[in-house]
């Protein structure tokens, strides 16, 4: 099992376009109300937590990225764009990336293989309608990358996947030991504000939004000093808080104070790799 996907042949440090010293890429998972449908759960206070997202979060998310020039990649499950076209349409106007991220967040582990394929080749028909352009990357919902994942990104043609923590650079992914073409912008749990602030009332706030933001910086400034790949994996319903949303402009304001930063995609840091990519010497 441990081969139906897996890593090698990363970019090299210090690799990145017009000289740059290191790479950010920020990502949005624009779940909304999608993570209670997902799991069947109807009730107007939990639709309200994801309805926050896109009434609030995500204006306050668009809003500081335009105010700092940062391009972004969106992760959009379907559901949250037909229930939210306007906040899509503006995603879509100020030039994001617009990647999969499943049909209603489903869980892919929940499901057979021709489901989970049936769902993604759907999804991607219908984000390309949305947005008009198809898209070309992928990130499962709760990362819960399957078996059956790896095949259904090559069926689509898809460049990218961002799901998987194997390394801290992008990487080219193995399927059974062949090479796939198919290059990993990999994410972690400690890049991500999911963990640090849950969204269920009884769960523990782990950190103060300050105690993030200095993670965060280290984490940046760590890439910085190795001349590598700074990820960073968003929801506008837990970002967009206001407490939040000062701990996103503080990081973009840190970020932004460094020369040779090259502000990027996940969909150029994916073609960038591919670009780069060289076989390793055995």
């Known amino acids: ?21 290191a790479a950010v890429a920020i990502s949005v998972d624009a779940d909304n109300e999608t993570l209670a449908l997902s799991r069947g759960m109807s009730g107007p206070g939990l639709l309200s937590q994801g309805q926050y997202g896109a009434r609030v979060g995500l204006p306050r998310v668009l809003d500081t990225l335009r105010r700092h020039s940062v391009p972004a990649t969106f992760f959009y499950p379907v559901v949250s764009a037909k229930l939210d076209p306007a906040g899509f ?3 879509n106007a100020d030039g994001h990336e617009i990647g999969l991220h499943g049909w209603i ?15 993604a080749l ?12 198809r898209p070309v990357g992928l990130r499962t919902a709760y990362w819960d990358f399957t078996v059956h994942t790896l095949p259904i990104i090559r069926e689509l043609g898809l460049e990218y996947d961002s799901s998987l923590m194997a390394d801290d650079q992008p990487y080219e992914l193995l399927h059974r030991g062949e090479a796939t073409g198919v290059t990993e912008v990999p994410v972690s749990w400690i890049r991500d504000d999911a ?17 993030v933001l200095r993670i965060w910086q280290d984490e940046f400034d760590a890439a910085y000093s190795e001349g ?38 996940h969909a150029e840091v994916a073609q960038h790799a591919a670009a780069r990519r060289t076989l390793p010497a055995k």
């Open 122 to 133: 759907r999804s991607a028909e219908a984000l390309e309608v949305a947005a008009g352009v």
């Open 195 to 211: 963990p640090y602030f849950p969204d269920d009332a009884l769960g523990k706030q782990v950190l103060a939004p300050h105690e």
């Open 228 to 265: 590598g790949l700074f990820t960073l994996a968003l929801h506008p319903h837990i970002i967009g808080h206001r407490s939040r949303i000062k701990l996103l402009d503080e990081l973009l304001t840190h970020i932004t104070s460094h020369s040779g930063v090259w502000f990027t995609t």
């Open 1 to 21: 099992m441990v081969d139906e996907a897996s890593a090698w042949n990363q970019l090299p440090l210090g690799h990145w376009p017009q000289n740059a010293i």
């Open 89 to 91: 349409a503006a995603v």
């Open 105 to 119: 967040h489903e869980k892919c582990g929940d499901l057979t293989a021709e489901q989970e394929r049936e769902l």
